[in-house]
């Protein structure tokens, strides 16, 4: 029998009881949830068996009589799902250290430049250093570490790649001029050359490698001697599937002089001109033939010389770094003693892809580069 002077009367619909009734049974509600709903239930005014009184809940389910009290209450006050769900807190039960402004300042000093002396910011640092502008008085390190997980902020790390041409124009205006020429048909009174040059670091062993035996890996010694660094230059015809691979001593004017003048006059003796495709290094000129050779011979190569430079920071148009990864991966890839093992390899290593007319195919066209690089190009 309901008692008239009860306050928050329960009174359940039938689509609410039945939603009630699943809550209660589906077994994968969360608890709370489960409880608040068979409080509902039995403070149901049409329950089958009579409403339960506070006392009778309380002892079934275990539940204090004032939270059954509050559960009618938030139910007849705000409707189902409050009674049902934990109300949602608007501000954490104690301030965050810190707030918005404070985290600005936090995020700020991570992308500043650390302390002299440092390499980065550690959270260490950080903590100090928020204590010292006064952003804080007290702050943990486990709170300054969540800060820049949060902005996806990784100080300890850095990415080092080939950052862009700020003067975009000129960049693809001289990447263009590199196309033009791969794409330009075969001409053989004017042969496309690639040239560019790396650097090979000697290295001896300490203590003598231990072959490669069945069931057991080549062992190497991580102790090595450094004997010294050796330049090496590349110059490479794509189409005709010839190059040619020299060290020397030294990286000057001098050396890249003397290898032009080779190239044209003891490669290509009969052509009209070689068009040369090279990075845009201070020794790739012109005037280093003029500081090589006498006026008249440095004019004379000069003028069956034509020369296209990749533009800066895009040295991956260039060919021959295609095949300067093909040496380093075939013949480099090594501990080499000294300059006369060195040239020995790299003659061996030039003589066999010679012989097998070795070529490369460029396929990426002046039509690619607007699609796939459009980005680099301006706007109108």
């Keep these: 029998m309901s008692n008239p002077n009860i306050k928050n009367k329960v009174c359940l619909s039938e689509e609410q009881r039945q939603r009630l009734k699943d809550i209660s049974r589906n077994g994968t509600a969360p608890v ?123 100080p300890w790390k850095k990415q080092r790649y080939c950052i862009a041409e700020k003067d975009t124009a000129r960049f693809i205006a001289q990447m263009e001029e590199v196309l033009d020429v791969y794409t330009t048909p075969y001409n053989p009174e004017e042969p496309l050359i690639c040239m560019d040059e790396a650097v090979v670091e000697l290295q ?50 001098i050396e890249w002089a003397h290898e032009i003048r080779h190239v044209l006059d003891v490669e290509y003796p009969n052509v009209r001109k070689v068009k040369l495709v090279c990075d845009n290094l201070n020794t790739h000129h012109i005037g280093s033939l003029y500081e090589t050779f006498p006026a008249e011979e440095a004019h004379r190569l000069a003028r069956r010389l034509e020369i296209h430079y990749t533009p800066r920071n895009g040295s991956w148009l260039n ?40 070529q490369v195919k460029w396929q990426f066209s002046t039509e690619d580069a607007r699609i796939k690089l459009h980005h680099l190009y301006p706007q109108f």
């Excluded at 991966?329 to 066999?352: F, G, M, N, S, Y």
Aim: hydrophobic share 35%; aromatic share 6%; net charge positive.
């Design 319 to 358: 060919i021959a770094e295609i095949e300067l990864s093909v040496l380093h991966q075939q013949c480099l890839d090594r501990r080499i003693p000294d300059e006369v093992t060195l040239e020995k390899e790299l003659q061996a290593w030039q003589q066999e892809r010679n012989q097998s007319h070795a």
């Design 32 to 154: 709370k949830k489960v409880l608040h709903a068979r409080v509902l239930l039995m403070a149901d005014q049409e329950h089958p068996e009579g409403r339960w009184t506070d006392a009778q809940i309380s002892e079934a389910l275990g539940l204090h009589v004032n939270t059954i009290a509050n559960i009618r209450k938030r139910f007849v006050c705000a409707g189902e799902v409050p009674a049902l769900e934990r109300c949602p807190r608007l501000t954490p039960p104690t301030p965050p250290k810190l707030d918005g402004e404070k985290h600005a300042h936090l995020v700020a000093i991570c992308c500043s430049e650390a302390p002299t002396g440092r390499v980065r910011w550690t959270l260490s640092l950080l903590v100090n250093e928020l204590k010292q502008r006064g952003i804080v008085t007290e702050i943990s390190r486990e709170t300054v570490r969540q800060s820049p997980k949060k902005n996806e902020l990784r």
């Design 204 to 253: 001896a062993d300490v203590v003598p490698s231990l072959a490669l035996e069945p069931g057991q890996d080549a062992k190497e010694d991580y102790h090595y001697d450094r004997r010294g660094t050796r330049p090496v230059f590349l110059f490479i015809d794509p189409f005709r599937g010839w190059r040619r691979v020299k060290s020397y001593e030294h990286r000057t004017r």
